[in-house]
Structures are given as C-alpha cells and as structure tokens.
C-alpha cells in the first residue's frame, strides 16, 4: 500500500521570505514522487518529480524539493516567495513495485498563504 | 499542445439520475486516469485506462464505471446518483503507462446534486 502525509494544512509565510510544504510518504518499492500545485477553479497543475537520481529537484515556476530515503521525505521548497504562489499544494506518490500503473496516492493538501 | 479537456464543466443533477462525463487527453497520451475530489475526502483515485484497458480501479462502488475508446478519449459514467457523488472529477492523461511520467489533469468538472 502507499500513502502520504502533509502535516500541515496551511502554511503562512511573507512575500520574499523562504518557504517549505512537508511531505512524508509510504511505499513498500522504492516511490516515485510528485508535486501538484491547484489554483481556485482550476485542475492540478505538475510542479516537479523524483524518480531517481539526485536528491534534490528543480521545478517550474523556482520550486524545489529534496528526496530524503532515510526520512521518506520530500518537502517543496522556494527560496523567495510570491504573493502568486498562494494556492493548494499537493504531493503524491506511486510505488515503483507492483503494477500500479499511473495509480497515484495523494495528500491531503496544503493551503500556502503569502502575504505581501 | 492543447491540454486535458473536460466537458462539461459544471453539471446539475438529482438524486437516482446517472451522469457521463468526458475527458478528451492531450494528442498522444494513452494513459487516462480520473479522481474525485472532495472537501472531506480529498484526492481519490476512480480508475486508470490504457489503450482502452481498465489498468487499476480505486475503492469506488460499482455505479462508477468507464471506458476508453480507440482515440485515447474517455468517459466516466455515475449511475444512480447520491448526494456524496457531489465532487470535482478531475480526469488525468499521461504519456506511459510505467508510473514515471507525469499526469497532465484537466480543470475537471464540478457536479451537484440536489
């Protein structure tokens, strides 16, 4: 089975400022891991992906996130926040094992609020 | 390249009635997923088709069914409706079928019933 956690169910920071959405996930394989950013009205928009390879992944629009194993992590980052960047942030995970196909397991989602 | 294309994009319904909603994949892409989304539920999986297969099925009643036509195109069908089948369906196309590809999703369609 897969899940994954995102703790927080908002995340306030100021415009400029660093931020950070958490994500702990579960998988019996090794996990393929993503990012879904959603704006009112709207369907979810792909951010970024860890399938393998470096810990640490670019995305669009300055996002980030680093793979940790040992934690299962795999927190969103951006160095300086926009006013624009507010919206519903979700994270994902599909096993590697099995035959899940494009099955994804999704969090419950974040509401990042940036104020000016 | 066009994106995912629901229609429609609001639907009014009542209780007993069955509803077909359509998704129309970006050119190409043979994988087509769909999730409900809901304020209580979040984000759950309906089902994935590729190349007009049922790959896998989420924990959904048997009144939610669909298909994939030879197109890559996609319907889902509710039948016999409830007032918890009030969501947004989104519909999610991908490229392969392996997990590893991103899924591209449609701005989804917003049913009711009342």
């Known amino acids: 089975a897969q899940s994954v956690a995102q703790p927080e169910d908002q995340v306030n920071v100021a415009e400029g400022n660093p931020l950070t959405v958490k994500c702990t996930y579960s998988v019996s394989g090794n996990p393929y891991l993503f990012w879904y950013v959603q704006y009112p009205n709207r369907g979810l928009q792909f951010l970024l992906k860890y399938i393998t390879g470096d810990n640490l992944v670019k995305g669009s629009y300055g996002f980030e996130a680093e793979f940790n194993k040992s934690q299962t992590s795999f927190h969103l980052k951006k160095p300086s926040a926009l006013v624009s960047d507010s919206a519903l942030y979700f994270c994902?995970?599909?096993?590697?094992?099995?035959?899940?196909?494009?099955?994804?397991?999704f969090g419950g989602g974040t509401r990042l609020m940036v104020k000016p | 390249k066009a994106g995912v294309t629901q229609t429609p994009r609001y639907l009014i319904k009542t209780r007993g009635q069955q509803v077909t909603l359509s998704c129309s994949p970006i050119s190409g892409h043979r994988s087509v997923s769909w999730y409900q989304q809901t304020p209580g539920q979040g984000l759950q999986f309906l089902f994935e088709?590729?190349?007009?297969?049922?790959?896998n099925k989420g924990n959904f009643p048997g009144r939610f069914s669909g298909r994939q036509f030879s197109n890559s195109r996609s319907e889902m069908n509710v039948s016999t409706l409830e007032l918890g089948d009030s969501a947004l369906y989104l519909c999610?196309?991908?490229?392969?079928?392996?997990?590893?590809?991103?899924?591209?999703f449609g701005d989804g369609t917003r049913l009711s019933i009342l």
């Open positions: 999610a196309s991908s490229l392969g079928g392996l997990g590893n590809q991103p899924q591209h």
């Open positions: 088709y590729f190349s007009e297969t049922q790959r």
């Open positions: 994902a995970v599909r096993d590697s094992s099995g035959d899940a196909g494009n099955m994804l397991t």
